[in-house]
């Protein structure tokens, strides 16, 4: 995809090719489109990502619940979107241990517990222990550092899809 096309796009054309950059989350690219024209792919990114640190809290809270949990039921069932499934695959959470399996089982339920949401982290790059010990790190922190880590994890996460879709425009 180039970005001269995503500029010359209508606004259902814009959020049916953008709506998923942000998981599950077509609002995001609903409320970046009166942005354009985009000079870079950088400068698309930063109408989204100002796009979600301008809407309220409760669709913030909405955005970050749209996530799955790393390795969790969702990935089991086959319920996640293709880039999640691919991140977390690259990440190697689909060929975790039982015990690894059991590990992430039992900080996705404490991170839930502690903040109402899933644990987030852009996992490209990462392996299975460091993305455990990154679990482990901020399980412990407090509501309101989790949740601005979470939408910066998400920010990155949609970086991370954007370059992937503008890779060969």
Known sequence: MKLADVNGMSHVAFVATLGGIFEHSPWVADRAYHARPFASVGALHDAMTRAVHEAPAAMQLALIRAHPELAGKAAGRGELTADSTTEQSGAGLTQC?????????????????????????????????????????????????????????????????????????
Not at 113 to 142: C, H, M, T, W
Not at 152 to 166: K, M, P, Y
């Open 97 to 169: 241990t039982p015990d690894e399996f059991a590990r992430l089982a039992a900080l996705n339920a404490a991170y839930n517990e502690n903040f109402g949401f899933p644990f987030i982290l852009a996992v490209k790059g990462r392996d299975r222990a460091a993305i455990l010990r990154e679990f482990a790190r901020r399980v412990v922190r407090d509501r309101e550092a989790e949740f601005e880590e979470a939408l910066t994890q998400i920010a990155r996460i949609a970086r991370l899809r954007l370059d992937a879709l503008f890779a060969d425009g």
